[in-house]
Every structure is written in C-alpha cells, then in structure tokens.
C-alpha cells in the first residue's frame, strides 16, 4: 500500500534504486576482477581499481539519502527497518567492491608468474559468491525472503570450497617451493572471495529482516574448517 | 511461535494495575468500543493510538467512568483496578481521585495557579490545615515541574499562564489527590515543541510513581514515552505490545499501515 506522503515513497524508492544499483555495480566489479584474475588481464585489472571510487560515491549517496529519511519522516515499522538497513546493505556493498579491487590488484602481481591449476577452483568459488552477489540483488529488489535464506544457506557451499582450495595449495606448496609466492597470492584471493561470501550473507539477514521483521532463525551452516588458521 | 492474540490480557497478573475485560461501550446504538480485553500495567505508560474517531477517547473514560457523565452513554463488561471492580465495588468520586485526568486541552478552573492543585485535596478532605495546603501544592508544583516557574505568582490566576505552563498546572492539579493513575487525552496537541519536551520529560519523570495511560496522535511521542502501545481501529483493539515492537515490527497489517502513514 502507497503512502499517503506521495514523495516519502519517491524517496524509498530512490534509497532502493540507489542500493540495486550498488549491487550491480559490485557484482560486475567482482566478475570482472574474477575475469582480469583467470584471463590474466592487467588491463580489466586496472579498470576494475578505478571503478572503485563510483561505489564509494554510491554508499555516501545511501548514506545522506537516509540521514535525510530519518529527518524528514521518521519512519516506521516496516519503513524504519529498510531505512536502517540500507545503511548496512550498502556498507556491506562497499566492502565487497573493496575486495574485488584487492583481487584485481593482487591478480596483476600474479601475472608474472605461470597459473597454478587451482585457479580452477578459484574461479568456481569466485562463480559461485558473484551468484550470492545477484541473488542478493534480487532478493532485495523483489522482497523475497525466501531468497535471502537461499542465499544464507549457499554460504556453507562458499566456506567448504574455501577449505578446499586451502588445502589443494597447501599440498602445491609443499611439492614445490617455487609455488609459495603465486600459492599464497592466491590463498589470499580466495580468502578474500570468502569474505566477500560473508557480506553476502550479511546482506541476505539484512533483507529478510527488512521483509519480515525477524532474524533468520538458526545457526548459520558453517563447515568445518576449524583445523584451518583463520588467514 | 503462535502469535498471541491481540485482545487477551498479556501480562503478568501481579503487575497488572487496570484490567479491562470484554469492554463495550455504546452511544445510543451505536458502538464505539468492541470486545475490548487490555491489561494495564503498573508504574509504566501504556500509550492508545490509532485513527481520529477509533474509540481512544471513549476507551480512556471507561477507566474512571467518566463516560457515565455523558448521556446515552452505556458501557458493558469489566474493569478491575488493583483487582477490584471499578463499576460495581467503587464510588465514582473516590475511583476519580485514585484515577485522574488531564485532557487535550489545558483546562485549569478560573482560580489561582493555588487554588486549581489545592480544590481537589479540599474537596476529597485530604486535607485540614492551612499549611498542609500549602505542602501538598507545593509539592503538585513540585512534581508537575512548574514550581520555580510560579512560585512567585501563586496567587495570580491560573488561565493567566501559557499553555504548556497551563497543561502542567492540570497536571500538578491531578497529581494533588494522590491518583495512583493517570489518563492523558493528547495532553500535548496544544503545545509547541518546547513545551510538549517538558510534558513528554514530566510523564518519564512521573512513571516511578503513577501508572500512565496516554493517548496520542503523535508516534514518535508514543515512542518516546511509553513502554507498550495499543493500537484500536474502528472500536476494536487490533493490537498491543512492548512499544519498541509496535514500532519496528507491528504484527498486524492494519497497525504497520497505520504507524508508516498509509491510511489514517
Ligand atoms: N459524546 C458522544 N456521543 C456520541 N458519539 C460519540 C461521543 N463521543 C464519541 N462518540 C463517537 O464514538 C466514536 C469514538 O470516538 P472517540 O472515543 O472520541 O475517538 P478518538 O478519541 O479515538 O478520536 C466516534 O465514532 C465518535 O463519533
Ligand atoms: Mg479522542
């Protein structure tokens, strides 16, 4: 149902095209830091740091769009919790752009060196969050709580891959010495997408609690990566 | 988790101050209070909320049966104060003194700022000498938070104050008998914002004592200053609870359409 204030939905309707379009934004910054990575492309590498700074322009755009919000028209209920977590959601979204320049960033370093075959795993794990990335999106955009549990739950598949991959370079590193610079460039990519894999979830709460007004019930699904120092 | 119905009492018996159960409240045919199950409880605010005309009002003078000064006027069911049947077991000038009333607008008697807190003692025969006056309106003003505003003109009317001041006066005057619980008809929709702040900060300061119910059309001051919230739509209480879920995640549609401001 509309508000009788015409313009308060015109402005929540802006705060939502602002954080649809951060996530956009994000997810293809995160795909093309994937692609730079796998396709050894310096050059979308470095395209990807330079998109960087439209995202942090688009979190301080959420930002004064719901200190505004708040000022004007103290919302409520339901209104409240998608102003507040707008907040979050696009926070969230800064983070993990942040992290995509990180990847892009470290994936010129490892350009001077031969692919290691676990960039497969890599980029099945970097497949997997950029799909969490827009399943998010659209959990936001079409109030599907149903969807952000979906993404909740995928994390587990995000958390195992990442064990695994761990332990695929581990077992390269140890064979040969030579590996442990590329190896741990990569370690630190895939921990990276792990994280970015957190924030995703992150969101996922964000969204169902805007929806419904609870938290996702339940201990998230973690694998058991606890013989893993937390790198 | 099933969701509590809306219209059961839903707190802990030994805290409740004012139980109504199965209210009813009719103007010739027509009614305006429906079923109406709220419990009340002791030393918080309770704040009513909910569309002009919904029955906020009505449901307040149930509680000290001023209804029945208004003709036509029948109410049904029960409501218990400390227990105790407030229709059938007490007498309607004794249950107004535990029971009082500030209304919407400011309305002190054409008396001194002295006399409007000291007629209710005198009348009630709570008092006998002179000085004992002069310490329970001391201590009303005292209390109301506007003594050091008046003490220098006590004997000077009291419709001769602002209204925010006036609004206090009533409430200083409510306060001199002692209630044990106040009713508030939108005490503040005739105040500016400084003086509706000196009200909303005298109602928080008044909880350690009084048990609070206010009706309000303002939100945020419902969300200032109450604890729990009961919303009504059209004679029926849809909904209450703590104030800080009524206002971030109501469980009714009609409530979260009503507080966001999609119908009114
Ligand atoms: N003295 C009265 N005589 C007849 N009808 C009344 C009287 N007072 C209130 N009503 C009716 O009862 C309903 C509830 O009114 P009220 O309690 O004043 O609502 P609120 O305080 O929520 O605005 C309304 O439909 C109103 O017209
Ligand atoms: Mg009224």
Known sequence: MPHIVKSFDEELDRLRETLVRMGNLTRQQFGRALEAL????????????????????????????????????????????????????????????????????????????????????????????????????????????????????????????????????????????????????????????????????????????????KYIEGDRPKSDSSSFPNV | ?????????????????????????????????????????????????????????????????????????????????????????????????????????????PKSIYDNVAFGPRIHGLVSRPDEVDEIVHHSLQRAGLYDEVKDRLQEPGTGLSGGQQQRLCIARAIAVSPEVILMDEPCSALDPIATARVEELIEELRDEYTIIIVTHSMQQAARVSQRTAFFHLGDLIEVGPTEEIFTSPREKLTQGYITGRFG
């Open chain 2, 1 to 109: 988790m099933s969701p509590e119905p809306a219209n059961l009492p839903q707190t802990d018996a030994s805290q409740a101050k004012i139980v109504a159960q199965d209210v009813d409240v009719f103007y010739g045919e027509k009614q305006a209070i429906k079923k109406v199950c709220l419990t009340v409880n002791e030393r918080e605010v309770t704040a009513l909320i909910g569309p002009s005309g919904c029955g906020k009002s009505t449901f307040l003078r149930c509680l000290n049966r001023m209804n029945e000064t208004i003709p036509d006027c029948r109410v049904e069911g029960t409501v218990l104060l400390d227990g105790i049947d407030v229709y059938q077991a007490l007498d309607p000038v004794q249950l107004r003194a535990r029971v009082g009333m500030v209304f919407q607008k400011p309305n002190p008697f």
């Open chain 1, 38 to 213: 796998v396709q050894q492309d310096s050059l979308l590498a470095k395209q990807v740091g330079e998109g960087d700074g439209e995202i942090d322009q688009l979190e301080h755009a959420v930002n004064d769009q719901v200190v505004r919000v708040l000022a004007l028209r103290a919302p409520l209920a339901d209104d409240l919790r998608t102003v507040v977590a707008s907040l979050k959601i696009a926070s969230d979204f800064e983070r993990i752009a942040d992290y995509a320049a990180n990847i892009a960033r470290r994936s010129q370093l490892l350009n001077a060196h031969a692919q290691l075959p676990a960039i497969r795993t890599v980029r099945r794990m970097g497949t997997l969050v950029e799909r969490q990335i827009e399943e998010v999106t659209a959990a936001q955009l079409e109030r599907d709580a149903g969807k952000a549990v979906a993404v909740w739950n995928n994390d587990l598949a995000v958390d195992e891959s990442y064990s695994s991959l761990f332990r695929e370079l581990l077992t390269y590193m140890m064979e040969d010495p030579h590996t442990i610079g590329p190896a741990s460039h990569l370690l630190f990519i895939a921990k990276n997408i792990e994280r970015i894999g957190d924030h995703t979830t992150n969101i996922s709460e964000m969204v169902y609690f805007v929806i419904t007004g």
